[in-house]
Each structure stands twice: as C-alpha cells, then as structure tokens.
C-alpha cells in the first residue's frame, strides 16, 4: 500500500538550512521562524534589508536570507535609516535585544520612531544580557539577580524595569507599537500575526512599526526551558503586559 | 557645464566643501549641528533636496556616523560632517565603518580642545585623524586642505579615494579654513574612468542572487587576522600611490618648514618673508596626511637640511616628521589654540631666523 505524503509544514524560504548556534531553550529561534514567515508570506525576501544588532542575534546574516548591514551596539535604528533612505524601495526590519535597544541604543530607537522611519523593529526582551553572560539589563525585573546584581535588581538604586512599548507608543512618528510573547501556542500565533502587521505598516507607508517580544534566556536564567518558558508567564507578563499600545494603521 | 560652475566666487571653505561634495555626487548627509562647521549643514539642507538628494539633521554624532555606515553600505555617495568632540562620538562608527570597508566622507572642522576647549582654529585632532581614532588599529584617509579652493577640490578627492579603496576618508580642517572667504573657481566633477562599481553594496531594487552582508565582525580562527592584513595592504597601497604634497621653493632649500592647513598658510607667508631676507628656506605642506608624505621628506628634508615644524597644537604631526627623517633633527615650534593664541608670519620668521641661524 503506498501513502501518498503531503508536505504542509517546512522551513520557511527566508531561513537558510543550517543549525543556530542558540542555547537549548532559547527562544530566538521562534521569533526568527514568526520573522521569517512574514517576509514570505509578503514575498519581501529579496527586496528587504536587515540590520543586525550586537548580542545574541548578531549573526542575523547567518539565518536569515537576506542581505545585511551589521550595525554598532544599539545604531541599528540609524544604521537601518540611512539604507532605508539611499533605498526607499527596499523594506528594513531590525533585531535587537534589550539592552541593545534599551540601553545603549535608547536615543536612537526613540529618534527613529519619532521620525516615523519606514522600518520593523524587532525588539526581543529577555530581562538580560544573553551573550556577555547574563548581566542586568534594562529591562530586568525588580529583584531580579543576574551577574551585576548578585542581590537582585534594587529598584531604588538601579532603576526600573523600561517598558518600550508603551514608551514608544506615546511617539507620533509610531504607527504600531505592540507586545507580544512565545510562550505558548496562542501567544505565537498572536506573535505572528503582530510580526506581520508591523511588517504591513511599513510597506503600507504608514510609518514606524515596533514589535517587543517577550522571551526567554535559560542559561542566564540559570532555568530549564519549562521553567524559563513559565517565568514569562508568571512574572514578565504581569509587568510587561501584552496588548496593542498603539496602532494608528486603520 | 553649468554657468555657476565657471565663474569665480567668493565664498566661505565650509560652503565650497559643500559645493563640492555636492558636485562630486554626494547625495546624502547626516550631521549634528556644531561651531565652526554649521555652514556645511545649513547649505546642504538647502541646496541637496534640490538634486534629490537627502539631507537629515540627527539626533547625535552617534546617529549620524551610523546613518553614513547605512547608506554607505547601500552605495550611495554620502557625508557628515562635525568638529572636534562631534567627531570623538563618531569615533565608534568610523571603526565600524573602517572594519566594515564601507567608504563615506567625515569632515572636520577642528577646534580647539581637549573637552569643550575653544572654537578657534586648532590643530589638535592630528592624532585623533592620522593614528586610528576608533577602537581596533585601522586608519582612514586623511586630507588637509589650506584654502577655499582646496575644500572644493579635496572632497572630491576623498570621494574618490574612498569609493576606491573602501576606506573612509577625512577632510580635515580647522575654523580659520572653515570660516574664511577667498576665491574659488568651481569645476565639474569628473569621475575617475577607472572607479568600480560597488558590487559589494547592498543595491537598489532586490539583491540580485547571493545574499550580500556588510559587516566587521570575523570569529572564525585567522579569519580576522586575514580581515586586518588586508586593510594594512590597502594602506600600505595608499601609501605608494597616493600621497599628496606642495613644495614651495624647495629645490634648493637648506631650511625646511613643514605645516599643514591653517598653519601652512602662516608658514608660506613666513617663507616668503624668509626669501626676502636671503634666507634658502622652502616649504614642505602635506596634504595627504595620511597616508602621510614619508617619501617627500626623504627627498627634501633628508639630506642635511634643518627642519622646523609647525603646528597649532603642542606637537604631533612633528612625531611622523621624525619618523620619516630619523637622523634628520626635526624642531618644533607649535602653540596650543585658544583665543588669541594664532601665530603670525612674523612669529614664524622669527622661528625661521633663530633656528637657520643656529
């Protein structure tokens, strides 16, 4: 008896074929393959231009099909700016973590929205520094130990954790500000279909796009993958709640 | 060729880079608002959107340097410009921009320092500009111009000389070069017949097949030993076909003065003034400062003649002088700037007369 076999699920054509060089757990890999989805699913995989950014996701180019400018700690933004204006045919997305984009790069994420660049920020938020080893970052939760804040994170002394989202929503140059996570199914598909309005912002010419996506960091964290997966939602969504901050698309 | 590019003008070093750059085909720029080069902005912003250019005033240096990186990458022919603390925050970039071969022209209209320091006329970007200000142990090119009409001919130069090697290249000048008016006779732009085009770029439309990445960052073992090597080839290249200098009244020198931009101008009066007196004393004025003139030296100021170099800083090209000329003695007379602190030709000769006299 022959099955005739039908393919209905596979890599998406912006990925390349290769192995990450991500930690068990980890969930770049996820947000890359909801990235790749929407490139594809626009046919933009040719035309669009990514800017990588320095951390965990710095080797965007390895990834991804796509052509790629590499860009200083926390210049994506402008980096991606000045392509976006020598090639106004050509899509831009960035892929930045938290403290690149939070920290080091905070003026310009915040100038580029302000502008109402045509580009897709991906913004990945796992309360820490991935590749220096798990250092505090911006966005690390009140109380949170990491490498620098051996007693947890004192809000008194070290701020507190920044909501990107809702910051860059309050911005007239932002058309779509959101937050989203990849914890569960339900979560990734809403991602998904978030990563592809932001995508469909920018080719509509609607002005800056912005997806933070709520991930994890097991090695950091010193968790397992469930544990880590269930401490988004335990403890990062409720600081860092999911929703549309602004969407001024319609 | 249009009828403005014929006719003589009366303009400022600040505008005539702009005039420049835009007639060398710069149709991008990011900048930072900064004395003494803010003409360079406000020109462009306005002349640029009138060839379809695209000018973008940033939040920083920082933004700026890293737009430069992102058009580069992407081809275009595209500038910023700044002075002395704008170009230490655009340090960062230049390394990226240096590491990534990504070419684009930074001018710097020099200032007086360290920290908030003056806004006069100083020279004391020198090492910054020459030695790799950035992190890692790259160079750019390094042009001094020492009028108007050298602010008009020198960015295209560093156009050229970037596009070719992949380097970025620096004009750099200082507040008097910048905010003088002289003469300047505009010419067209002619590109050089031997100029690639960029197949390295990102390029408008689509990539076109294989997947294009500009980057600095190589982990593979040896991989960015390779990477380094060949930057210090394109140096060492650079260094044998491209350096750029003036002789004045050298040939039969037994003193030789040597100074750059502003200085240069107060040394080439102070030479003639020399003249006048009987004194054999010539002018050595590099103009490719880096890749520095080690082979002019050699020719003019190796062979027994006693050398005095000007700055307007405490002393730093002199330390290149002296590597060019090793057992040559090289003196120094330099004043750091400030107000009031501009030597004169007189102040010069005096210099001249003590040391020839020696």
Redesign the interface.
Known sequence: MTTEMKKIFSRPDSLKDVQTHYCPGCQHGTIHRLVAEALDYFGIKDQIIGVASVGCSVFLYGYFDVDVIEAPHGRAPAVATGARRVHPERPVFTYQGDGDLAAIGTSEIIHTANRGELMTVIFVNNTTYGMTGGQMAPTSMPGQKTSTTPYGRDVSTDGYPIKMAELLSGLDGTAYSVRVAVDNPKHVIQAGKAIRKAFQTQLDGKGFAFVEVLSTCPTNWKMDPLAANQRVADEMIPYFPLGVYKDATA | MEESLTKRLFVKGNEAIAMGALEAGCR?Y?GYPITPQSDIPEYISREMPKLGG?F?Q???E???I???????????R?MTSSSSPGISLKQ??IS?MAG?ECPGVIVNVCRSGPGLGGIDASQADYFQSVKGGGHGGYHIIVLAPDSVQEMYDLVMLAFDLSDRYRVPAMILADAVIGQMKEGLTPHPYVAPADLATKEWA?I????AGE???????YLGDGELEAHNNKLHAKYAVMQEKEVRFEAVELDDAEMVVTAYGSAARIAKTAVRLAREQGLKVGLLRPVTLFPFPNVAYKKYAGNGQKVLCCELNNGQMVDDVRLAIPTTEVVFYGRAAGAGSLPTPEEYLAQIRKHYEA
């Open positions: 991008y990011f695209q973008l940033a939040e920083s920082i933004a700026s890293n737009m430069l990186l992102g058009a580069s990458a992407c081809g275009a595209a960062e970039g990226y990534s990102l408008g439309g689509g990539k997947q294009k990445v500009v980057k600095s960052l």
